[in-house]
């Protein structure tokens, strides 16, 4: 035999030893995938949803594992203010956690890089969650998040000072009011004290969308676009918002600050009494401030008690009363270097375990609705809110309203992002601090909506 | 008697090249692969990404189009504009101010010049971060704030520092005035230390007066520390970031969007990177632009 048929059988021969390994391969990776004891290890990035959320993602971690001690979570409790950035980096360059605390987005979608969890959702999981819940984790009809609670944003009074100037606040959260019944109340509210510093009718921040929001929800106007992609503040509508919004500053119920006010210092202003009522507030800081109470009992806090009644934000005439909410829970993603369809399994199974019956104690702490029936049976009579606002709370989820994001292709979603930020935001400061008029503000909103949607 | 020649060069082998010199390429070796790494890597790979719609799985080229839509947008035209101003704005003011404490430092006693150079550099010291929350409390719109509290004194109104459009950006630029010196007035003083004290005793002789002494000797001989000075405030106060940020977030109506919190917003807020290195990219040219003309203009020696 010559020298090239030689070595033409030797690498016929290695072919053959080569290609049964090759099959070999594809049937140990076949079995990989049906073997789900293999040691895996699940990151989870979250936030301090409420005071004890640490302890009871601890206890929900240890109880998944007893079922499922091959697979390790990972968790790391993440800051408000820095963790939303450090998962953006972590996203951008391909490498998120394989599970985030977080509403669902269509910038996550847009990623490529968000799991769908469908084709791992069983039909016991899908009959637990209560009507219209698992909606609020999916982005055009596909589940990438499970909620864990519906959130709620409301406005939060000081009952004394509500009570002192003869507001029947408990009519007020049975019924609602108008923007000028509560332009009416507000002037009550407000009045010089004895220290010299102003009691204000309604404080709130001027460095996010959240107020704008939640009252131009009021006027029938969901968000800059509606659920099918159409642009629609630019009607009467929204200057009615604009000008209720203006008219309080005006009138002097809103301090005329306001636009440098940061969050924090609403919640100072509430707490030293110098604001009746807060924007935006949430169901649980009834329970914050009754621990707030009862540091002050202790003499650990010093201040003024305060009795926390929850409001519903007012309506635009002729329109009826909405709740801003939405569902917050756990987003699953797959990474750039896709770690295959097991632990895409494993991490449902994690985001599952984290989710449900006894993950309701997040929704019970923060005086929410459940999300899950399992979660309702377990939690039954153990609510920490006051009667009042626990009974509020109940009526104001009967009618919401929730963001357009979720329902909108990934395109318009990101557009109204930018709209929001890039023109919604300044010219919202710019009518706080007086520099614009309504009428200049709904000009503008008109024309740059055109320009960016196109109608 | 034989010519002389030159001995023909020997190849030098590459293990006496490495006995002569390996150890000098070692020490080296650390610092090129860090700037290979994080510098060099980093910079080319912005430049094609300015070209492309970044994903983080699979990016699109489209040409200039991301410098097309920088240069039509009125928010990017705002922020260069403002950053334009926080530069004129401050620059040429802290060079002032750091070059009068200097002076007033310069005159006095070794024990007075250790104690007032340890404190006027201490503000270098602390971070950007630490030093924009205490000047948000010091801008504290509501009668509260220091700042307010202070023009109280005076019966003065409180004013919403950061909260409008016309006081945003000159509250910023107060910032600077009042806390980055240190590193300046160290330059400073070390430079004017570096004047012969022949030529002040030769002014004397001539019966100059201090303001001559002062435009014909100190500051001609103190012009390569204010063209430094000069160069590196310009390419700081371009990228001026953090107050921005941590303070204003770029409000209130874009009045403090400056071309660095334009960048990141571009980046981490819209997650449109390729815009993003664009953005960065003709910041830089602006930067280098500027610097060369500084150069051109005002680096002519002096010498007596």
Redesign the interface.
């Given at each position: 035999m010559n020298k090239t048929g030689k070595l033409l059988s030797v690498m016929l021969a290695a072919s053959l030893a080569v290609l049964p390994a090759c099959g070999n391969k594809d049937e140990s990776g076949t079995k990989a995938a049906e073997n789900d004891t293999k040691p895996d290890t699940v990151k989870v990035w979250t936030y301090p949803v409420h005071q004890k959320y640490e302890d009871d993602i601890k206890e929900l971690i240890a109880d998944f594992n007893k079922t499922h001690p091959h697979i390790t979570v990972q968790y790391e409790m993440l800051s408000w203010a820095e963790g939303p950035?450090k998962f953006?980096?972590a996203?951008?360059?391909?490498d998120p956690p394989d599970l985030y605390f977080h509403a669902v987005s269509g910038?996550y979608v847009?990623?490529?890089?968000a799991l769908q969890l469908d084709k791992y959702m069983t039909k016991e999981i899908k009959d637990d969650y209560l009507p219209g819940a698992l909606e609020l984790g999916q982005i055009q009809g596909k589940q990438y998040g499970l909620p864990i609670y519906q959130y709620q944003w409301t406005w939060g009074g000081n009952k004394r000072i509500l009570e002192e100037a003869g507001i029947d606040w408990k009519k007020i959260q049975e019924k609602g009011w108008t923007f000028s019944e509560f332009r009416e109340a507000a002037k009550k509210l407000t009045k010089k004290l004895p220290d010299g510093?102003t009691q204000y009718g309604l404080v709130t921040d001027?460095?996010s969308l959240d107020f704008i929001q939640m009252v131009t929800r009021n006027a029938g106007l969901v968000d800059p676009l509606d659920k099918d992609g159409k642009f629609i503040w630019n009607d009467e509508k929204t200057l009615k918002s604009l000008q209720f919004i203006q008219g309080m500053i005006k009138d002097g119920v809103m301090?005329?600050?306001?636009?440098?006010?940061?969050p924090a210092?609403r919640t100072e202003m509430f707490y030293a009494s110098q604001a009746a009522i807060i924007s935006k507030a949430i169901p649980y800081y009834d329970v914050l401030i009754q621990n707030r109470n009862k540091d002050i009992d202790a003499g650990k806090v010093k201040g003024e008690k305060i009795d926390f009644v929850v409001l519903p934000v007012p309506h635009l005439e002729g329109q009826t009363a909405k709740t801003t909410s939405g569902g917050e829970g756990y987003v699953a993603f797959k990474q750039?270097n896709d770690k295959g369809e097991q632990h895409a399994k494993n991490t449902f199974l994690v985001m599952e375990a984290l989710s449900g019956a006894k993950a309701g104690n997040s929704a019970n702490e923060l005086c929410l609705p459940f999300v899950r029936k399992s979660q309702t049976k377990a939690f039954e009579g153990k609510g920490l809110a006051k009667p009042e606002n626990k009974k509020a709370a109940e009526l104001f989820q009967k009618s919401i309203a929730t963001p357009v994001d979720p329902v909108l292709d990934v395109e318009k979603s990101?557009k109204l992002?930018?709209f929001n930020?890039?023109v919604v935001?300044?010219?919202f400061?710019?009518l706080?601090?007086g520099?614009?008029t309504p009428e200049q503000v709904a000009e503008d909103f008109k024309n740059k909506g055109k320009q960016m949607f196109g109608n | 008697m034989p010519a002389i020649t030159a001995k023909p060069k020997q190849p030098r082998s590459f293990g006496q090249f490495w006995r002569d010199y390996g150890s000098a390429y070692l020490f080296i070796l650390a610092p090129v692969m860090l700037f290979l790494t994080f510098t060099l890597y980093p910079v080319v790979s912005a430049f094609f990404m300015s070209f492309q719609k970044y994903n983080v799985l699979q990016s699109k080229w489209i040409g200039f189009a991301n410098y097309k839509h920088m240069f039509s947008d009125e928010i990017f035209w705002k922020s260069i504009k403002n950053t334009v101003l926080f530069t004129i704005g401050t620059v040429p003011v802290n060079i002032i101010i750091t070059f009068v404490l200097a002076f007033l430092i310069f005159q006095m006693k070794s024990s007075w010049q250790t104690f007032f150079k340890a404190s006027l550099y201490l503000p270098s010291v602390a971070s950007g971060v630490t030093i924009s929350l205490v000047w948000l409390a010091i801008f504290d719109p509501t009668s509260a704030g220091l700042m307010n509290k202070f023009l109280d004194l005076f019966g003065l109104e409180p004013i919403i520092w950061l909260g409008q459009s016309n006081k945003a950006l000159f509250s910023l630029m107060l910032m600077t005035y009042l806390g980055s010196h240190g590193s300046g007035i160290i330059l400073y003083l070390a430079a004017m230390g570096g004047i012969p004290k022949s030529l002040y005793e030769a002014a004397d002789i001539d019966h100059a007066s201090g303001w001559t002494k002062f435009t014909r000797i100190t500051w001609p001989l103190l012009k390569p520390t204010t063209l430094y000075l000069l160069v590196t405030g310009v390419i700081t106060s371009f990228q001026v970031f953090i107050s921005v940020y941590l303070m204003t977030q770029g409000g209130p109506n874009f009045a403090t969007t400056t071309i660095a919190y334009l960048i990141y917003e571009t980046a981490f807020v819209f997650y449109d990177f390729g815009l993003a290195s664009a953005q960065s990219f003709v910041l830089a040219g602006m930067i280098i632009i500027i610097s060369i003309i500084q150069f051109k203009f005002f680096s002519t020696d002096i010498e007596y």
């Amino acid at each position: 035999m010559n020298k090239t048929g030689k070595l033409l059988s030797v690498m016929l021969a290695a072919s053959l030893a080569v290609l049964p390994a090759c099959g070999n391969k594809d049937e140990s990776g076949t079995k990989a995938a049906e073997n789900d004891t293999k040691p895996d290890t699940v990151k989870v990035w979250t936030y301090p949803v409420h005071q004890k959320y640490e302890d009871d993602i601890k206890e929900l971690i240890a109880d998944f594992n007893k079922t499922h001690p091959h697979i390790t979570v990972q968790y790391e409790m993440l800051s408000w203010a820095e963790g939303p950035k450090k998962f953006d980096v972590a996203l951008n360059a391909g490498d998120p956690p394989d599970l985030y605390f977080h509403a669902v987005s269509g910038q996550y979608v847009n990623t490529g890089l968000a799991l769908q969890l469908d084709k791992y959702m069983t039909k016991e999981i899908k009959d637990d969650y209560l009507p219209g819940a698992l909606e609020l984790g999916q982005i055009q009809g596909k589940q990438y998040g499970l909620p864990i609670y519906q959130y709620q944003w409301t406005w939060g009074g000081n009952k004394r000072i509500l009570e002192e100037a003869g507001i029947d606040w408990k009519k007020i959260q049975e019924k609602g009011w108008t923007f000028s019944e509560f332009r009416e109340a507000a002037k009550k509210l407000t009045k010089k004290l004895p220290d010299g510093t102003t009691q204000y009718g309604l404080v709130t921040d001027g460095t996010s969308l959240d107020f704008i929001q939640m009252v131009t929800r009021n006027a029938g106007l969901v968000d800059p676009l509606d659920k099918d992609g159409k642009f629609i503040w630019n009607d009467e509508k929204t200057l009615k918002s604009l000008q209720f919004i203006q008219g309080m500053i005006k009138d002097g119920v809103m301090p005329k600050e306001t636009a440098a006010l940061a969050p924090a210092k609403r919640t100072e202003m509430f707490y030293a009494s110098q604001a009746a009522i807060i924007s935006k507030a949430i169901p649980y800081y009834d329970v914050l401030i009754q621990n707030r109470n009862k540091d002050i009992d202790a003499g650990k806090v010093k201040g003024e008690k305060i009795d926390f009644v929850v409001l519903p934000v007012p309506h635009l005439e002729g329109q009826t009363a909405k709740t801003t909410s939405g569902g917050e829970g756990y987003v699953a993603f797959k990474q750039k270097n896709d770690k295959g369809e097991q632990h895409a399994k494993n991490t449902f199974l994690v985001m599952e375990a984290l989710s449900g019956a006894k993950a309701g104690n997040s929704a019970n702490e923060l005086c929410l609705p459940f999300v899950r029936k399992s979660q309702t049976k377990a939690f039954e009579g153990k609510g920490l809110a006051k009667p009042e606002n626990k009974k509020a709370a109940e009526l104001f989820q009967k009618s919401i309203a929730t963001p357009v994001d979720p329902v909108l292709d990934v395109e318009k979603s990101a557009k109204l992002k930018q709209f929001n930020e890039q023109v919604v935001k300044p010219n919202f400061q710019a009518l706080l601090a007086g520099e614009k008029t309504p009428e200049q503000v709904a000009e503008d909103f008109k024309n740059k909506g055109k320009q960016m949607f196109g109608n | 008697m034989p010519a002389i020649t030159a001995k023909p060069k020997q190849p030098r082998s590459f293990g006496q090249f490495w006995r002569d010199y390996g150890s000098a390429y070692l020490f080296i070796l650390a610092p090129v692969m860090l700037f290979l790494t994080f510098t060099l890597y980093p910079v080319v790979s912005a430049f094609f990404m300015s070209f492309q719609k970044y994903n983080v799985l699979q990016s699109k080229w489209i040409g200039f189009a991301n410098y097309k839509h920088m240069f039509s947008d009125e928010i990017f035209w705002k922020s260069i504009k403002n950053t334009v101003l926080f530069t004129i704005g401050t620059v040429p003011v802290n060079i002032i101010i750091t070059f009068v404490l200097a002076f007033l430092i310069f005159q006095m006693k070794s024990s007075w010049q250790t104690f007032f150079k340890a404190s006027l550099y201490l503000p270098s010291v602390a971070s950007g971060v630490t030093i924009s929350l205490v000047w948000l409390a010091i801008f504290d719109p509501t009668s509260a704030g220091l700042m307010n509290k202070f023009l109280d004194l005076f019966g003065l109104e409180p004013i919403i520092w950061l909260g409008q459009s016309n006081k945003a950006l000159f509250s910023l630029m107060l910032m600077t005035y009042l806390g980055s010196h240190g590193s300046g007035i160290i330059l400073y003083l070390a430079a004017m230390g570096g004047i012969p004290k022949s030529l002040y005793e030769a002014a004397d002789i001539d019966h100059a007066s201090g303001w001559t002494k002062f435009t014909r000797i100190t500051w001609p001989l103190l012009k390569p520390t204010t063209l430094y000075l000069l160069v590196t405030g310009v390419i700081t106060s371009f990228q001026v970031f953090i107050s921005v940020y941590l303070m204003t977030q770029g409000g209130p109506n874009f009045a403090t969007t400056t071309i660095a919190y334009l960048i990141y917003e571009t980046a981490f807020v819209f997650y449109d990177f390729g815009l993003a290195s664009a953005q960065s990219f003709v910041l830089a040219g602006m930067i280098i632009i500027i610097s060369i003309i500084q150069f051109k203009f005002f680096s002519t020696d002096i010498e007596y």
